[in-house]
């Protein structure tokens, strides 16, 4: 694990840009792609660098694929939809082939859309589009994007919820998340745990305890905090942590 703390949110988007360019070049010249899954809240507007210069021009967008981690179960073009905040923000301004963009569905049930976007990315994983893991039934995706919420969940994966033990599927459903809106499909543990490299984002001083808790906290009690259950098998993971997020670390201070 390492965990890279910045001055401000600037630094913190121009570092988190770099991170992803990089990532990109490794995953296209040994696969050929790059099958990204991101999530919601300010994650997406920490990787608007990556519509500017000289991103926009130097990354090979004709490579990616774009998944969800997590999504609210509401219209797309609903103001909850982690589709909307996306597209709006940041993928309408990127050169990303439409039809790589693999949405959730918003005209099923929580519980159908789960089970279709698991059905497409097992179709995907037959083509090759997603890499498959060679130590767990998951699919291996190159990069999962998260942000830490105040309270620890990261994707729709919120503490003390029995999502939290689901070994089995690869997306699932929750219909009582403790943020709103309640309805949910999410990535599952073993899947995020699959992935390549796993970035991790948290920023200001309201993520602060979730981050200690998640990184620093010895108390075995902390185990079952969904950020700290974030733990790539054999991927990497990242942090990208403002100072104010990280100023209850005494590890990194
Ligand atoms: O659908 C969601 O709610 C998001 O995908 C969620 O996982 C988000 O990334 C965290 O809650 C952090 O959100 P904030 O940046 O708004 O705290």
């Not at 039809?99 to 519980?111: G, M, P, R």
Request: glycine share 4%; hydrophobic share 45%.
């Amino acid at each position: 694990m390492e965990v890279r703390i910045h001055e401000c949110l600037d630094e913190l988007s121009t570092d988190l840009a770099d991170q992803i360019e990089e990532l990109c070049e490794e995953s296209i010249k040994d696969h050929g792609v790059f099958a990204v899954a991101i999530s919601g809240g300010s994650i997406i507007s920490l990787m608007r660098k990556l519509s500017e210069a000289p991103y926009k021009k130097t990354i090979d967008w004709s490579k990616w694929y774009i998944f969800w981690a997590d999504e609210r179960v509401v219209a797309k073009n609903h103001v909850d939809s982690n589709y909307k905040l996306a597209k709006d923000n940041l993928l309408s301004k990127l050169p990303i082939v439409p039809s790589h963009v693999y949405s959730i569905n918003d005209s099923l049930t929580a519980e159908e859309a789960a089970s279709e976007y698991e059905f497409v990315i097992r179709q995907l994983v037959k083509t090759r589009v997603v890499n498959v893991s060679n130590i767990s039934d998951c699919p291996k995706f190159d990069l999962i994007l998260l942000e830490v919420g105040a309270d620890g969940h990261v994707a729709s994966l919120f503490p003390n919820h029995p999502v939290l033990e689901e070994k089995n599927e690869w997306v699932t459903f929750i219909a009582n998340a403790p943020k709103p809106p309640p309805e949910r499909i999410t990535l599952t543990l073993p899947v995020i745990n699959s992935a390549a490299n796993v970035i991790m984002v948290a920023t200001g001083g309201v993520k602060a305890e979730a981050v200690r808790m998640a990184i620093d906290d010895m108390d075995p009690e902390c185990s079952v905090l969904p950020a700290r259950m974030i733990q790539p098998s054999v991927g990497k993971l990242v942090w990208f942590l403002d100072v104010e997020a990280a100023s209850k670390l005494t590890r990194f201070s």
